[in-house]
């Protein structure tokens, strides 16, 4: 009688749990996708659904009390004067972008800034030799923000520049992701404090505190070296990401630039690190001016769910709708929301040409079935579908009309858009968009395209998975 009784109240228990979750779905005022796929979780697969929305589901995150709260003690921060700047009547390339300059100034505090130089690197051991290289001439400090810092071979070359550097009496300041970085050893860690490294684990996983937080990760990744040198991209510091998989070689996209827009990635890292340890820091030494004068114009955009738009993914938007002849897009994971999906077919539909590189096998089965779900919706409207097949495309690419590039941390996906922490880079210049025209040529001719025919003929089985999927893309 007394385990039957336990019984019913866990059960009543249970369901008051479910119920109340989704009236804090509905009072939350989400995206009606979001929501709706959370609601069917919990209501068809209730026990699961209940254990992955406490970790996953749950806003950690009071978005206007700390963007407030940053933004004001940021702006209590004596700067010095950056060169911000003017959209000059004669630029041609500047006025075509406006909106979209105007559009990443308002939402993202992402000033624009002239005078800068830009590498792309494809490699990911010519990257990692150049970040050495760069860390080893730092005579005042270096900071690091990585969703993924391991302690492996590629990782500990990466940290012992580091540890050295710091013994030299080099300022180093280091965040890394709490979920992402989970392999980094205690002892990696404590040699790392003993050399006088300070560094701080972004939304550190602790159980049962936390589920709060665990949905909401940094994906940013971004090297700093005096203020002089900025890194950020696609990469991170792991094996993987030099040495390739079993299965093929890792292709991702990053970039290493020189001049104004440093300044702008110096305070994105300020920002976050007053953030993780609640110190703010007031020094000129951080912003060097440039003397560079070139005429390669960049905006550093953040985005995350502590702001309050999703600037990022309207920045893609915006690029999309600009674009007179092409656009050139490389994506891991192609889980677009409306906005975006409308956007690329209005685009294709227009007679714009429309080309979308993915990879032919991917580290994420239930996102790649996902991914592959889009497909036919995109290609009946004009967009061409190529997999790469020689091995795992990482890098998170748009290129438009050669003379737009966007790259950075960010995928085509929900996760990007609305959960974590992302920076892209917004580059005005012909020739940087012409090399990476050249890289995405050269990626085509291992890669094959999807014709609409044939994928429509594909087995049953196949699309159904891929439909039950999709259903998930909010929440993945």
Known sequence: MGSTIAY?????????????????????????????????VL???????????????RSGFHQGRIARKIRQQIARQQLPALRHTQIAKDNDLLLKYRRLIQLLTSCSDAPLFGNNRVEIFVDGRLLLEAMVNDIEKADNHIHVEYFILEDDRTGTRFIEALIRKA???????????GLGSMHLKYSTLKRMREAGIKFKSFGRVRFPFFTGKL????????????????????????????????????????????????????????TDWLGVTGKLHKTSRFFPVSPMETRTHMQVVRSGPDRDWQTIMLGFCEAIYSAQHSIDIQTPYFLPNESVLNALQTAAM?????????????????????SMSYMET????????????????????????????IVGSANMDYRSFEQNFEVSAFIYDEDLAWRMHENFTSD???????????????PRWKRLVQSIARLFSPIL
């Open 8 to 40: 019913y109240i866990w059960l009543a228990f249970f369901w008051y749990a479910v119920i109340a979750s989704i009236w804090v779905i509905l009072q939350e005022n989400r995206s009606p996708v979001r929501a709706i796929a959370w609601i069917l």
């Open 43 to 57: 209501i068809f697969m209730p026990v699961v659904g209940l254990v992955f929305y406490y970790i996953f589901g």
């Open 167 to 177: 013994l030299e009496g080099v300022e180093v300041r280091i965040i890394y992701d």
């Open 215 to 270: 949905n909401y990760r940094n994906h940013r990744k971004i090297l700093l070296v005096d203020g002089k040198v900025a890194y950020l991209g696609g990469f991170n510091i792991a094996d993987r990401y030099t040495d390739g998989l079993q299965w093929g070689v890792w292709r991702d996209t990053h970039i290493r630039f020189q001049g104004d827009a440093v300044a702008g990635t110096q305070y994105i890292f300020l």
């Open 350 to 370: 227009s007679g714009v040409q429309v080309r979308v590189m993915l990879p032919s096998r991917s580290d994420s089965r239930l996102s790649y079935a996902a």
């Open 378 to 405: 995109l290609m009946a409207s004009g967009v061409r579908v190529y997999l790469f097949e020689k091995g795992f495309i990482h890098a998170k690419t748009l290129v438009v009309d050669n003379d737009l590039t």
């Open 444 to 458: 085509l001719r291992v890669s094959r395209r999807l014709h609409p025919k044939a994928w429509t003929h594909r």
